[in-house]
């Protein structure tokens, strides 16, 4: 998979994959500011040379450079500094089988938090403006979450298919939280909670695992608790939140078993490198 996912990185390596797979070429990879884009449709202002430019405007006219160069600070640091560029830097690999991840190995973790302020509201007050109370059919409840980018619809999809059987309903069927104004624990930025673009559930078996819960710190290599990769419920549920653009938080090296957020910019078709 190594192999795999570092020769599609050129034109060459796509066709090269597509020639071993014996598959027609893929389309090609979209850059990072291009999926960001393509992404977040309704925050960005029309850019004539979009594919080209590395500032991302938004409709409010805020500027975003996609390259702050921040490619020399070491993990801990970048998680309150992180560009655009550290965001999309990670390739986060939708489906099952999955490994563990490798140290530090945690894609979609770093995130350009004044990108999210701008893209999600700066107060609790204004992040609460988007929020609608989403169906969620596995309990016949529902979720607070943001309406903005297609979010909320994406997660009543999600609900709708999970409901449908009921080994993959049992395990979303407590929800332990959507939207809440909060830090991460022990960091001074703000959780995705707090743009309602997340949401947590309790999940049966003992899958629900936690770095923190498991006596691992930022900067130390932390035991991986593989068993959460081999459950077959699971992986369906993990598979129907990617497929509507969330990220799991099982498939961090910090790992969060519980956690999805919204992060169409990952694991759309052509950003999931
Ligand atoms: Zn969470």
Redesign the pocket.
Known sequence: MFIFLSIRTSAVGLAFTALVLGAAAPALALSGPECLRQAYPEFWAPQVNAAADQTLVSVTGQRFEFDEHKDHLPHAPLLNQADLKTQMAQPYAAGFPATPPLRNQDPGRMRAQPFFLALYGATPTEVQRHLVAVPWAPNGRSLAFTRLNGAAQALERVGLTLAQEESTAAYVRQP??SFYWRGIAGAPHL???AFGA???FTLPHGLGRYWQWSGCTEEGACPYPAAVLKDPALQRVVTVFEQEGFIW?GKWAHF?T????YRPELVGPACSR
């Open positions: 332990a939280g959780s995705v909670h997340a949401v947590d938080g969060d519980v956690h999805f957020e």
